[in-house]
């Protein structure tokens, strides 16, 4: 992976990740224009599928004020995922089946500075499972400050 441009850190603590995927996404050039300024926001998006093609909803990719209004994008518009067919045939079974779903997990440039996606199947974790993540990472911080001052 290349350069990371946003990542959906709240996926990672609400979830439980099975499996990870990269996907590319149909983009419009002042779209790209605001991901290469940074204008983009993972938070709250969410993945669908829609007669057997994977779309990417509520992603927030904000505007460029050099735009012209008649070029302009939607803020929060729906972009279409580009995968093998395989891949999303997977993903769609795991979808069905109960508690899981497919998440974006962060936004980066690859190799060719093509903008891609990382996606990923999930299974929703239970609120004490989300305590046991603190506990840990909390123990863990403290571990490292310890050894630190040691």
């Given at each position: 992976?290349?350069?990371?441009?946003?990542?959906?850190?709240?996926?990672?603590?609400?979830?439980?990740?099975?499996?990870?995927?990269?996907?590319?996404?149909?983009?419009?050039?002042?779209?790209?224009?605001?991901?290469?300024?940074?204008?983009?926001?993972?938070?709250d998006s969410f993945i669908r599928f829609v007669q057997g093609e994977a779309f990417l909803?509520?992603?927030?990719?904000?505007?460029?004020?050099?735009?012209?209004?008649?070029?302009?994008?939607?803020?929060?518009?729906?972009?279409?995922?580009?995968?093998?067919?395989?891949?999303?045939?997977?993903?769609?079974?795991?979808?069905?089946?109960?508690?899981?779903?497919?998440?974006?997990?962060?936004?980066?440039?690859?190799?060719?500075?093509?903008?891609?996606?990382?996606?990923?199947?999930?299974?929703g974790k239970q609120l004490h499972d989300k305590r046991n993540d603190l506990k840990e990472?909390?123990?863990?911080?403290?571990?490292?400050?310890?050894?630190?001052?040691?």
């Amino acid at each position: 992976m290349g350069e990371n441009i946003a990542k959906n850190k709240k996926a990672y603590f609400d979830y439980f990740l099975e499996e990870k995927f990269e996907a590319g996404l149909v983009l419009k050039g002042s779209e790209i224009k605001a991901i290469r300024a940074g204008r983009v926001n993972l938070k709250d998006s969410f993945i669908r599928f829609v007669q057997g093609e994977a779309f990417l909803f509520n992603a927030h990719i904000g505007r460029l004020e050099t735009t012209h209004h008649f070029y302009a994008h939607e803020e929060r518009g729906s972009r279409k995922l580009l995968l093998h067919k395989k891949q999303i045939q997977k993903m769609i079974k795991a979808v069905e089946k109960d508690g899981y779903t497919v998440v974006p997990l962060q936004l980066y440039f690859n190799d060719r500075n093509i903008v891609k996606i990382q996606i990923a199947i999930a299974k929703g974790k239970q609120l004490h499972d989300k305590r046991n993540d603190l506990k840990e990472k909390d123990m863990k911080r403290d571990m490292e400050r310890s050894m630190k001052d040691y």
